[in-house]
């Protein structure tokens, strides 16, 4: 996380429930990975926990390339498959599947050129401003385009989804992210991940939904009968 060893234990701690409880309220197959990504943010913040551990004592700073590309792997890699993936997996309406289907393929595109940047580059990080900056050698220059590039598969799935709820986690999303780019910018891939594995609990608002759940089962029970 961004703020302190302590704070992003903590956070990962509390993730795990989260996400422990909405996989328990799932109903529909699904919605599993959707329910699971509170899970998936608390292992990211597990991992910074840990990056934490190798900036601040120096008698672990030998191994903290581990943490760092770990931590990056699920901020950089894991999102821009994962977010357009789980929208799309509970999607009904054919036309907004599709637009989910091709933001898949960008964000796994994304996501190919990310883990070759953290394979075959160099990746560091340091504490700047109270808060973790990561420094990755993209050999090129991506001024805008790697803010739009990650934007599009990581923010904009779910106000694609006709889930409304599913809009409110888009909506806190968006808005974390807006405020992380303009206070936090030089530390934004730390800072808004911690906001947004924090905003993940909304998960649990999302699959707590009950229609929604009756509305998916519905649906497979028609497929069924009509087959």
Known sequence: MCFSTEASFVASSVLCVAGVVAIKKVKSKSYLLLASIPLFFALQQFTEGFVWLSLTKSSLASWQSIPIHLFLFFALVAWPVLVPLSMM?????????????????????LSAF????????????????LHIYYDIDYSVELPMFKYLA?????????????????????????????????????????VWCFFAAMVSVVILYVVWDKKAVQTEVQFINIKKTSK
């Open 89 to 109: 997996l509970i999607e009904k309406n054919e036309k907004r599947r599709k637009a989910l289907k091709i933001i898949l393929w960008l964000g796994s595109g």
């Open 114 to 129: 990310m883990l070759y940047v953290l394979i075959f580059k160099t990746v560091t990080a340091k504490v700047m401003f």
């Open 150 to 190: 990650y934007f599009i598969p990581a923010v904009l799935p779910p106000f694609i989804s006709s889930n409304r709820r599913i809009k409110t986690f888009g909506i806190v999303i968006l808005l974390s992210y807006i405020l992380t780019s303009i206070y936090f910018k030089e530390n934004i891939v730390s």
